[in-house]
């Protein structure tokens, strides 16, 4: 009375409605057990509900089959209901919810039965709860669900440290590599310049190798003396003729052998006696018919 009249320009504006408006009742398919209660409350028997009974397997090995309700059909006929909200009250699985939806019109009165595929739209309309008192006890489902996730942030915080320890100590394990948090990253750093190879020393250079003397006559060559290095054997004397040489006597200066004179027969040649100089071979006078050998 003390204000003044405003006339709602429905349908162009929507009119603000109170957030506990009865207007259509919507339905959360999820939560609805068959359990009948609603049906059976409801005063006016405009509840309509079908449903069919499954078997379940077990859920361990060894255990017992059971059987579970599936609903089937979830009708309402808004052309009886009164709306008193008795079926929204005896739920017990809050299968049922108040919606502000109003606009459900229908020009035949049997179209007003609406199956649960309108009620669970309508379901997406219910308003949110009004907040709770900021002095009033925190709801039991609240608190059991804060409670759980505590539970399991405890419980991944500490697999979280037991891994964090594990790679510690693989770490701290490896040879060569000092231990470290395993958490820390170490930004990468410029790379050392190489550095370039040393030349080898006196000691370590291997010795040239000598440049190959003269083809060297067939034969056997001369053993190395005692001291001496591995290399090339020595090149044969001029003149020498092909083969072993004889090694010289003790004492006896090495030289090459007279040839013999004239007249004489080609042989060995005698070797020296020890201490004595090589000198020309005695040839024997074959013009002597006494055939004396001078002194």
Request: net charge negative; proline share 16%; aromatic share 4%.
């Amino acid at each position: 009375m003390t204000r003044k009249t405003v006339t709602e320009q429905y349908p162009d504006v929507q009119p603000e409605l109170p957030p506990r408006t009865r207007g259509v009742i919507g339905l959360f398919e999820e939560n609805c057990t068959v359990c009948m209660l609603c049906a059976r409350e409801c005063p006016d028997w405009c509840i309509y509900i079908d449903s069919h009974k499954e078997t379940v397997p077990p859920a361990v090995e060894g255990g017992r089959e059971r059987s579970r309700n599936v609903l089937d059909r979830f009708a309402i006929d808004f052309s009886l209901c009164m709306y008193c909200g008795i079926c929204i009250e005896v739920c017990p699985f809050d299968a049922l919810f108040w919606s502000p939806e109003f606009e459900y019109a229908e020009t035949d009165i049997r179209d007003l039965t609406h199956e649960r595929d309108k009620l669970r739209e309508w379901m997406w309309t219910v308003p949110s709860p009004p907040a709770l008192d900021p002095s009033a006890e925190e709801p039991k489902e609240l608190a059991a669900a804060r409670k759980a996730a505590d539970k399991l942030a405890t419980a991944q915080a500490a697999q979280a440290a037991q891994a964090a320890q594990a790679a510690e100590a693989a770490q701290s394990a490896q040879p060569g590599r000092a231990p470290g948090p395993a958490s820390t990253t170490q930004a990468p750093g410029p790379a050392e310049p190489s550095r370039p190879a040393e030349a080898p020393g006196p000691a370590e250079s291997s010795r040239p190798a000598e440049a190959p003397g003269p083809a060297q006559a067939p034969g056997t060559a001369e053993p190395p003396q005692k001291g001496q290095a591995p290399g090339r054997a020595e090149p044969p004397q001029t003149g020498q003729a092909p083969g072993r040489a004889e090694p010289p006597q003790t004492g006896q200066a090495p030289g090459r052998a007279e040839p013999p004179q004239t007249g004489q027969a080609p042989g060995p040649a005698e070797p020296p006696q020890t201490g004595q100089a090589p000198g020309p071979a005695q040839a024997t006078d074959s013009d002597d018919p006494g055939g004396e050998t001078p002194a």
